[in-house]
Structure formats: structure tokens, C-alpha cells
């Protein structure tokens, strides 16, 4: 059974932190590993990360894949009260795109 | 690009009735859709595999004769709650493939009262 952890579950900074969020995961066939940020609907895209695409960067967000460790790390840079939400990694295998979810980062940025 | 989009938004039912949720690719042709249910402080988990023209592929655990999945074109797939009870109260959300990517609706809030 496809597995994806994320540490830590939940977090609090303040504004201008940086934040480290951690998933690593266990899939047969992995395609690709994905970010999301969830607010309060559904979530909205921030990464792929596939073999040939380990290093993503957007703005104050980067993410690394580590395809030895069978883990990656979201980081987040000078953090902003508009950055709390959940954080959720999910990791792509198999020939459907089938998508498995950890259960997120809680994020939690006070002025 | 990539829009999906989800209808209704938010429904509210009585327990015993039936729900019908729709979900569009607004601006490209998805030959697989993916339904998920969100529990309030819970991650998503994948409810099944939809694919156009052919049955659903429902994960362990998720009762077919329950979720009653339709694909029936390359921009719509439906998800019916049948017999809907409280516990059935959840955040549904679909997902298109388009490419390797997936493209997430906005979420329907279900309510069985």
C-alpha cells in the first residue's frame, strides 16, 4: 500500500520565518511527488517534482526531491500570515496518475 | 487553463435522499477524473478512479453501489451519494488529469441532515 508521510503535522512561526516541511513516502511506480496549499476550499497547485525535475522554485517557495531518500522538502522563506494553510505532499504512481495524500502540514504564521 | 469546476458548491439533503455531484473540465478533455472526500481536519482520500467510457475503479473500502460514479464525457464525470446518512457529510473534490498533472475543482460541502 502506497505510503506518504509529512512532518511535522502542525507548525507556528512568526511573520519572516523561514519553515522547512518534510514528506517522504513509500509508492510503487512513483511518477511524481506534488505540493499543494489548501486553504479553506480545495487545494491549489505549488510543485511538481518528478526524475527529471527535482528542484522547484516560485518566488519565496522552493521544493527538492530526493529520489534516495524517497523524501521532499517544501521551503517556505520570509513567511507571511497569507502563507498559513495546509500544506499537503502527495506522490503520483502507477499508470493512472492515482494520487496518495499525506495528511498535511498545518502552517501557522502570527505577526 | 486547466479549470475544473464542481456543482453544487455546498448541498444540504435529508437523510435516506440522493446527491448528485458534478464535475467539469471547463478548458481541456480529461479521459480520467479522480473523486476524493475530505473529513474536517483530515487529509484527502482518494474515493475512486474515473474513467471515461468505462467503469470506476473505487479503492478499498469505498462502497460502489453507495457512490455511484458516471464518466460519461471527456469534460464530465458525476459522483451520486446514494441513500446519503450523516456520516456521509464530508468535502468532496475531483480531480482531472490533464497530462501528468491534476487539476483540483473547488469542492462540494455535503450536509445529510
Known amino acids: 500500500e502506497d505510503k506518504v508521510v509529512q512532518s511535522p503535522l502542525s507548525l507556528v512561526v512568526h511573520e519572516g520565518d523561514t519553515v522547512t516541511l518534510n514528506c517522504s513516502y513509500e509508492v510503487t511506480n512513483f511518477r511524481s511527488l506534488l505540493w499543494y496549499k489548501q486553504e479553506k476550499k480545495a487545494p491549489t497547485f505549488l510543485f511538481m517534482l518528478?526524475?527529471?525535475?527535482i528542484e522547484k522554485k516560485s518566488g519565496r517557495l522552493s521544493s527538492i526531491l530526493d529520489k534516495k531518500e524517497l523524501s521532499s522538502i517544501l521551503n517556505i522563506t520570509a513567511t507571511q500570515t497569507g502563507d498559513s494553510a495546509i500544506y499537503l505532499c502527495a506522490v503520483g504512481g502507477g499508470s493512472n496518475y492515482k494520487l496518495t495524500f499525506g495528511k498535511g502540514t498545518l502552517l501557522t504564521v502570527n505577526p | 487553463g486547466a479549470v475544473v469546476s464542481q456543482h453544487p458548491s455546498r448541498v444540504i439533503c435529508k437523510s435516506g435522499t440522493s446527491v448528485k455531484i458534478e464535475c467539469r473540465s471547463l478548458d481541456f478533455q480529461a479521459t480520467t477524473m479522480f473523486w476524493y472526500r475530505q473529513f474536517p481536519k483530515q487529509s484527502l482520500m482518494l474515493m475512486a478512479t474515473s474513467n471515461e467510457g468505462s467503469k470506476a475503479t473505487y479503492e478499498q473500502g469505498v462502497e460502489k453501489d453507495k457512490f455511484l460514479i458516471n464518466h460519461a464525457s471527456l469534460t464530465l464525470s458525476t459522483l451520486t451519494v446514494t441513500s446519503a446518512h450523516p456520516e456521509d457529510s464530508s468535502f468532496y473534490i475531483c480531480s482531472a488529469r490533464w497530462d501528468s498533472e491534476q487539476y483540483f475543482g473547488p469542492g462540494t460541502r455535503l450536509t445529510v441532515t
Open positions: 518528478t526524475s527529471s525535475g
